[in-house]
């Protein structure tokens, strides 16, 4: 895996606790802490309601099992993730010398 100089994403999946999707959501869990052990600073796995299966990174909502009519495979969000550690969102700073 391409050297990611130190990023690393946050991602969350929420899913439905009533239709029983916890076992995919772990699984997906897995299968991301393997692939970025290093580059994941964190992930968190959130029941819901409702036939939910969202996969967000960073806080961005990028796989919508509603939306797509289907659950996002693995590949799919590894390449997200991927992409968000190649592309970081721009992040604004403060001028140096404010006020000043």
Known sequence: ??????EQVSVSITYC????FA????????????T???AISGLTLVPGRGGIFDV??????VFCRQALGRYPE???????IRERLDNPPQR???PRNAGV
């Open 74 to 80: 693995p590949q799919e969000v590894r390449e997200a």
């Open 23 to 34: 076992p995919r959501a772990a699984w997906m869990a897995l299968e991301l802490l393997q």
């Open 92 to 94: 604004a700073h403060a």
């Open 1 to 6: 895996m391409k050297d990611m100089a130190g």
């Open 36 to 38: 970025f052990r290093d």
């Open 17 to 20: 606790a009533p239709c029983n």
């Open 56 to 61: 967000a990174i960073d806080g961005e909502v």
